[in-house]
């Protein structure tokens, strides 16, 4: 089974420090991506990989980065947190896209509070 | 950018009876797909519907898929307590673009 883990279920920062989720898994995927969920708002992309050090912007890169060093890690930077970052964010990864396997595998989720 | 909009936002049902999600979309797909994600979790996949498909199933489930008007169904039958849940479709481009929907949510009443 694949498994997708990521670092923290539940963390509390405060406006203006530097945070990092980790999120890593074990099956070799050559993509990963990053999302935050919110009330009625469902899963917006905020940035993926298809490579190790490869980075493409999602729909709502502002106020984030991304490092992918190893393949199997892929890690979200909020560079100065803001209280509208507080939501619950999503790791998943997927074999490399070829139009007929997309399936992605999902981490449980970081719920991140600012305040 | 959101592509594929479930139908209803919400679903309550009797336990036993079957649940049914709606899903339409707007531009040409390569693939839709169907997820659940049980509260405070993240999601799991349930199943993939090529665009040359009609109809599959997998268990319990039954997802059809209708091009020509853009759409998407998923049929839960006979269902559980356990079934309680979120379902989000999420539609992939032919350019390998995946876009979720904002999710259906379905209640199992006992």
């Known amino acids: 089974d694949v498994k997708v883990t990521q670092s923290s279920r539940y963390l509390v920062k405060r406006t203006g420090e530097k945070v990092f989720l980790e999120c890593v898994q074990d099956m070799d995927h050559e993509n990963m991506f990053w999302y935050r969920q919110d009330p009625g708002l469902g899963l917006r992309l905020i940035y993926f990989?298809?490579?190790?050090?490869?980075?493409e912007k999602g729909d709502i890169p502002e106020g984030y980065s991304v490092s992918r060093e190893k393949k199997e890690r892929f890690s979200l930077i909020l560079e100065s947190a803001s209280t509208n970052q507080t939501s619950m964010y999503l790791c998943?990864?997927?074999?490399?896209?070829?139009?007929?396997?997309?399936?992605?595998?999902f981490g449980p989720g970081t719920r991140l509070t600012v305040t | 950018s959101q592509q594929g909009e479930e139908d209803p936002q919400a679903l309550s049902i009797q336990e036993g009876e079957n649940a049914t999600m709606n899903c339409s979309y707007k531009?040409?797909?390569?693939?839709l797909q169907w997820y659940r994600q049980n509260s405070g979790r993240g999601l799991v996949h349930l199943i993939l519907?090529?665009?040359?498909?009609r109809e599959k199933h997998s268990g319990r489930l039954r997802v059809t898929l209708d091009t020509s008007k853009k759409s998407s169904s998923l049929l839960i039958t006979a269902s559980r307590a356990a079934d309680t849940a979120s379902y989000f479709c999420a539609t992939v481009s032919r350019d390998d673009k995946i876009i979720f929907g904002k999710g259906t949510r379905l209640h199992i009443l006992p």
């Open positions: 990989s298809y490579d190790v050090k490869m980075k």
């Open positions: 519907i090529r665009s040359n498909e």
């Open positions: 531009t040409s797909i390569n693939n």
């Open positions: 998943a990864s997927s074999l490399f896209g070829t139009s007929g396997s997309y399936e992605q595998y």
